[in-house]
């Protein structure tokens, strides 16, 4: 049986979302995916399974509803969806909660299947940043004029070649994208950068960011977004805020432009 979960996380303790080699010394890195495989392991006696998530989010990043799934072992005991739930929760680290699980179909895949995400990224204006906001925000020092970033976005919002935007290490087929979304908000000295699109390559949510920030403190005009893009922003204030699902897809969702990645 095919299983789905819902997961959130604070990705500040972990090495990414992805299962790593062992290092030199033979110790593991920690990683999302590890403790989870772990915890289902221990929860049906020893049996291993894999587990495939939604999206590899890297070191420092959060999820607030990550999806994933995972094969049960065919001797696998039965176990309701709810006290899986519990169970897993018993035995996985503070930092990584299961918010849901329930049956998926065959051919239902966590990644494959998605037609889309949203990322939100939280930057807090101010010379201070209390360490408990510290663990999910990042703290922007210098003043920023939020109208400048706001046309900055609406200049990067479209389908089109993003790989300016990605860092090493994304996947090696099209860097083609639609950004569908890139709003910034404000909640009082908070700002709140969301972006939702079909796919992001990798570190490309915080490049977005960082290009944000150069227009709003006067490096870039805002009308040269596309074409200088801004450093990587810091991990820790990048949250995924959910994935999508096209409605008649397995796994149930919201509808979004087809293909992920």
């Known amino acids: 049986m095919r299983i789905r979960l819902e997961l959130a996380y604070l990705g500040t303790f972990f090495e990414g ?7 030199a010394d033979g110790s593991r890195p920690r990683t999302v995916q590890g403790v989870l495989e772990d915890s289902l392991k221990g929860l049906f006696g020893g049996a291993p399974a894999r587990v495939h998530g939604a999206g590899r989010t890297d070191s420092g990043v959060h999820a607030e509803a990550q999806v994933a799934h ?3 072992p065919p001797a696998a005991p039965s176990i309701p969806f709810e006290g899986m739930r519990r169970g897993l929760n018993t035995k996985l680290p503070f930092d990584v909660r299961v918010l849901s699980v329930s049956e998926a179909a065959d051919d239902f895949h966590a990644r494959h299947s998605a037609t889309g995400k949203i990322y939100v990224y939280r930057l807090r ?3 201070i940043l209390l360490p408990h906001r510290g663990l999910v925000e990042a703290l922007a ?3 920023l004029d939020v109208d400048a970033m706001r046309v900055a976005a609406a200049r990067l919002v479209g389908t089109r070649d993003f790989a300016p935007f990605s860092i090493t290490g994304s996947d090696p087929g099209t860097t083609v994208r639609t950004l569908a979304r890139l709003d910034v908000e404000e909640d009082g000295p908070l700002l709140v950068i969301t972006a939702g ?5 990798r570190g490309m949510v915080r490049r977005l960011v960082g290009t944000l920030r150069d227009a709003g403190r006067g490096r870039i005009r805002p009308e040269e977004a596309l074409e200088r893009p801004g450093p990587t922003a810091e991990a820790r204030g990048l949250t995924l805020a959910r994935v999508l699902y096209a409605p008649d897809a397995p796994g149930g969702g919201v509808a979004a432009p087809p293909r992920a990645r």
């Open 17 to 23: 979302w992805q299962v790593q080699a062992p290092r």
């Open 141 to 143: 020092g210098e003043p």
């Open 197 to 201: 699109g079909d796919g992001f390559l």
């Open 125 to 127: 204006r101010g010379e």
């Open 70 to 72: 995972a094969d049960l």
